[in-house]
């Protein structure tokens, strides 16, 4: 099966459990692993024929800069979900990483990634 990725988006979001992270905010990393057949826009060169890189990036930004969750992986899965509901995929797998969850030790970051399956019916 064919991919698109996107590699390390970067937003601003709200999301956390505590109060403080409702009001200050911080900085979220969304990566995606796309799956669909590209087979057609390989050979006509025809945007119609794919998915509008744009039409992705700004889905992933209104659930991340959008309504906030208090669970990542909450956000994690309204993310894989609609993207599934939107476009051809046949799979997608989304990982968000929070740089800085209110955690006491030395980490680099906190991840939550999921994949989910087109289910035909």
Known sequence: MDKIYFNHMSFYG?????????QLGQRFYVDLEL?????????????NDTVNYADIFDLVKKYVEGERYKLVETLTARIADQLL?????????????KPNP????H??????????KRVNT
Request: glycine share 6%.
């Open 14 to 22: 709200y999301h956390g459990v505590f109060e403080a992270e409702a």
């Open 85 to 97: 509901a939107t476009f051809p995929f046949t799979e997608v797998k989304v990982k968000v990483t």
């Open 102 to 105: 209110p955690i006491n030790g």
């Open 35 to 47: 799956s669909l057949d590209l087979s057609k826009a390989g050979e006509t060169d025809d945007l």
């Open 107 to 116: 980490y680099e970051s906190v991840a939550i990634e999921m994949v989910r």
